[in-house]
């Protein structure tokens, strides 16, 4: 299935506050049911091994959203007695503004406006750096800078958790977001979602073009997903 580039959903044009709670809840109902934020915090767990528990794990999630994953990220964290700093990087001001009433009980989460291609981060400044359906919004030379700056910021490594463009996945995808009666914003833009994303050798073009040293894709077809772990 040949990638939609160029197309756009609607959630990457404004907005009301409305539509933007109801699509963005879509989102985080979606990630939990389907591996979205299973198969990230698993990831995590293997890579923060490396990380000596006397010391807060050091975590920047780009893309972030209305900070429905650096919640669970802080809630993970706790319920095994370790301390976390999650900094969440978004680029839309309005969500920023939902992620804020979202995080607000959550003082280990820091929400910053800012661009997956130019993040506000030093060279090796966090341990783990992830990104949650973000990258199939950029085009492919945003997204190569986004991997540089991704894995510039890391010290320990990358973890892309992404859609996997493959029919099933689209048709998983229609599916769901029907049958859980998902906005129509969410209807609209779920199957497309799927059809910008990147495909595991378009993955690795791109990775390679930004520097990585190191990659692995783990495809998890049943669940339309792709993780990517870079350093």
Avoid at 99 to 128: F, H, K, M, T
Avoid at 140 to 153: D, F, H, K, N, S
Avoid at 206 to 227: N, P, S, V
Wanted: proline share 3%.
């Amino acid at each position: 299935m040949k990638r939609a580039e160029g197309a756009l959903e609607v959630l990457d044009g404004g907005l009301g506050a409305a539509d933007l709670a109801a699509t963005l809840a879509d989102v985080d109902r979606l990630n939990a049911w389907f591996g979205g934020y299973a198969l990230t915090l698993r990831e995590i767990g293997r890579l923060a091994a490396a990380v000596p528990r006397e010391r807060a794990l050091r975590v920047v999630d780009v893309g972030g959203g209305s900070a429905a994953f650096a919640v669970r990220l802080v809630k993970w964290a706790r319920r095994r007695g370790r301390d976390v700093r999650v900094v969440v990087v978004e680029r839309d001001r309005p969500t920023l503004a939902l992620a804020r009433r979202v995080a607000a009980a959550y003082p280990e989460v820091l929400l910053v406006q800012g661009d997956a291609a130019a993040l506000p981060c030093r060279e090796r400044a966090v341990d783990i750096v992830t990104s949650g359906l973000t990258l199939h919004h950029l085009e492919p030379a945003q997204a190569v800078e986004g991997l540089r700056e991704m894995t510039a910021a890391a010290g320990i490594g990358v973890v892309v958790n992404d859609l996997l463009r493959r029919r099933l996945s689209l048709g998983l995808v229609w599916l769901a977001t029907r049958l859980f009666r998902c906005h129509p914003i969410s209807r609209h833009d779920g199957p497309l979602s799927v059809r910008r994303s990147y495909s595991r050798d378009e993955l690795r073009v791109l990775a390679g073009k930004a520097g990585a040293r190191r990659l692995t894709i783990h495809e998890y077809r049943f669940l339309g997903r792709m993780l990517a772990v870079l350093s």
